[in-house]
């Protein structure tokens, strides 16, 4: 089984910066991707970015240059940094991670979840 355990987030001002972390405890499993997704009430959850085992990344355009994430691959790490936040950042972020026995058999699972509210 895949736990999935987030810490950071909170109310910050309009150009500040907050850090997101996720831990994965998984069990004879391999994480593939992993990442940050974030939803607002009313609203479909949309990725804000993800990074695959060798590193390579995907950022939602509205977030490029921005938002950094990172991962350890040795602690099972997630980490997004958010720099210049706007108002428009507010939401509850999801911390996520592609895991399986092998690369052809995979399932998506999820964290509790971290609110993040931007004020102006």
């Known amino acids: 089984q895949v736990q999935l355990v987030e810490s950071g987030g909170g109310l910050v001002q309009a150009g500040g910066s907050l850090r997101l972390s996720c831990a994965a405890s998984?069990?004879?499993?391999?994480?593939?991707?992993m990442g940050w997704y974030r939803q607002d009430p009313g609203k479909q959850r949309e990725l804000v970015a993800r990074i695959g085992s060798g590193g390579s990344t995907n950022y939602a355009d509205s977030v490029k240059g921005r938002f950094a994430i990172s991962r350890d691959n040795t602690k099972n790490t997630v980490t997004l940094q958010m720099n210049s936040l706007k108002p428009e950042d507010t939401a509850v972020y999801y911390c996520?991670?592609?895991?399986?026995?092998?690369?052809?058999?995979?399932?998506?699972?999820w964290g509790q979840g971290t609110q993040v509210t931007v004020s102006s």
């Open positions: 996520y991670a592609r895991c399986g026995p092998t690369p052809w058999n995979l399932k998506d699972y």
């Open positions: 998984v069990s004879s499993f391999g994480i593939y991707t």
